[in-house]
């Protein structure tokens, strides 16, 4: 019986170092790509404008260190995916919730991506009776930037993009829908897993951490996250949910500082 369990340890063993070592493969593979794109286009641009002794107009100059600043926030964006998702499988991501109006939390959102959706008008639509959410508005503003920019990633320039709220009796249900090509049903299934990216040889793919992340947030939260295609023409809907644990407070208990 000792040495049955000792093999069985033993294959336990293997089966993760196994898995380990497939993840980390799967994860340089992913990454090493995502990594050199834009620090190429850094180093491209930085490069002329060194070499150009004063050659280049001023347009071409502003577009150069417009592009430097552009790689550089996706490089930014890549790296806290990671960040983030490392500290999600350590279980180190702490959701302090608080009682917040979510459409504080969205307007956060929407300023902070203010350059990305320029291209596409937003239509926010919250209902008037919408509570207050027990929520961390750090984290639940990562999960709208990763759907929004994923919203933008996958649909074309002046199309919209719809941010929809309305509570239930335990719930307050988000959705971010868009008017891209939608998902196929093998898709829905596989969009949240580690590193899945839809259409592979899409000029925007990412690493296939974004929603993976959200997903992680979510759960956290104690509320679920899935997608769907729209009922009413091409596009898709992801929608989370976030439960309304414990009372929300009453503003007229509270006591106000005089100052």
Same mark, same amino acid.
């Given at each position: 019986?000792?040495?049955?369990?000792?093999?069985?340890?033993?294959?336990?063993?293997?089966? !993760?170092?196994?898995?380990?070592?497939?993840?980390?493969?799967?994860?340089?593979s992913?990454?090493?790509?995502?990594?050199?794109?834009?620090?190429?286009?850094?180093?491209?641009?930085?490069?002329?404008?060194?070499?150009?002794?004063?050659?280049?107009?001023?347009?071409?100059r502003?577009?150069?260190?417009?592009?430097?600043?552009?790689?550089?926030?996706?490089l930014?964006?890549?790296?806290?995916?990671?960040?983030? =998702?490392?500290?999600?499988?350590?279980?180190? !991501?702490?959701?302090?919730?608080?009682?917040?109006?979510?459409?504080?939390?969205?307007?956060?959102?929407?300023?902070? =991506?203010?350059?990305?959706?320029?291209?596409?008008?937003?239509? !926010?639509?919250?209902?008037?009776?919408?509570?207050?959410?027990?929520?961390?508005?750090?984290?639940?503003?990562?999960?709208?930037?990763?759907?929004?920019?994923?919203?933008?990633?996958?649909t074309?320039?002046?199309?919209?993009?719809?941010?929809?709220?309305?509570?239930?009796d335990?719930?307050?249900?988000?959705?971010?829908?868009?008017?891209?090509?939608?998902?196929?049903?093998?898709?829905?299934?596989?969009?949240?897993?580690?590193?899945?990216?839809?259409?592979?040889?899409?000029v925007?793919?990412?690493?296939?951490?974004?929603?993976?992340?959200?997903?992680?947030?979510?759960?956290?939260?104690?509320?679920?996250?899935?997608?769907?295609?729209?009922?009413?023409?091409?596009?898709? !809907?992801?929608?989370?949910?976030?439960?309304?644990?414990?009372?929300?407070?009453?503003?007229?208990?509270?006591?106000?500082?005089?100052?």
């Amino acid at each position: 019986a000792i040495e049955r369990a000792r093999l069985a340890d033993e294959a336990q063993n293997a089966t !993760v170092q196994v898995e380990t070592e497939r993840l980390r493969n799967s994860l340089l593979s992913s990454v090493s790509h995502d990594l050199r794109t834009p620090l190429a286009s850094i180093t491209g641009a930085a490069t002329t404008l060194l070499q150009a002794n004063g050659a280049l107009t001023l347009e071409t100059r502003h577009e150069l260190v417009a592009t430097i600043a552009e790689e550089a926030d996706r490089l930014n964006r890549l790296l806290t995916n990671l960040l983030d =998702m490392t500290r999600l499988e350590a279980g180190a !991501v702490q959701v302090k919730k608080e009682w917040q109006p979510l459409e504080e939390v969205i307007g956060a959102t929407l300023a902070r =991506m203010n350059a990305q959706l320029q291209t596409h008008p937003v239509i !926010v639509n919250l209902p008037s009776d919408l509570p207050l959410v027990p929520l961390d508005g750090v984290l639940i503003e990562q999960v709208l930037i990763n759907l929004l920019e994923n919203a933008v990633k996958y649909t074309s320039a002046q199309s919209p993009i719809e941010i929809n709220a309305y509570p239930t009796d335990d719930t307050v249900v988000v959705n971010v829908a868009d008017r891209g090509p939608g998902l196929a049903d093998e898709e829905k299934q596989r969009v949240f897993d580690k590193f899945y990216c839809i259409r592979p040889n899409h000029v925007h793919n990412g690493s296939g951490l974004g929603l993976t992340i959200c997903r992680g947030i979510i759960e956290a939260h104690g509320g679920r996250i899935w997608v769907e295609n729209r009922n009413d023409g091409p596009g898709a !809907v992801f929608t989370f949910t976030l439960p309304l644990d414990g009372e929300a407070p009453s503003v007229d208990a509270e006591i106000l500082d005089p100052l």
